[in-house]
């Protein structure tokens, strides 16, 4: 349960990797947040109850085109 002030989202919200991290790895490339869902740096997340959430997709840097 999350003792944060105010607490995390909990895994089933729409905002869950808000939570704090609790357990850093990225030398392997994920965290585990309050809520306990593992958050992947390609930003795909592992929910408590097994359920794979997919990466999302990235946008492309903005550029300057030449005028």
Not at 4 to 30: F, I, K, Y
Not at 45 to 65: M, V
Request: glycine share 6%.
């Amino acid at each position: 349960m999350c003792r944060h002030q105010p607490c995390c989202p909990t895994a089933e919200a729409s905002d869950r990797d808000a939570a704090r991290v609790v357990s850093p790895h990225p030398e392997q490339g994920w965290s585990l947040l309050c809520n306990g869902v593992v958050l992947f740096e390609d930003t795909g997340e592992l929910l408590p109850n097994g359920q794979a959430i997919a990466p999302r997709q990235r946008c492309a840097p903005h550029t300057k085109s030449a005028a």
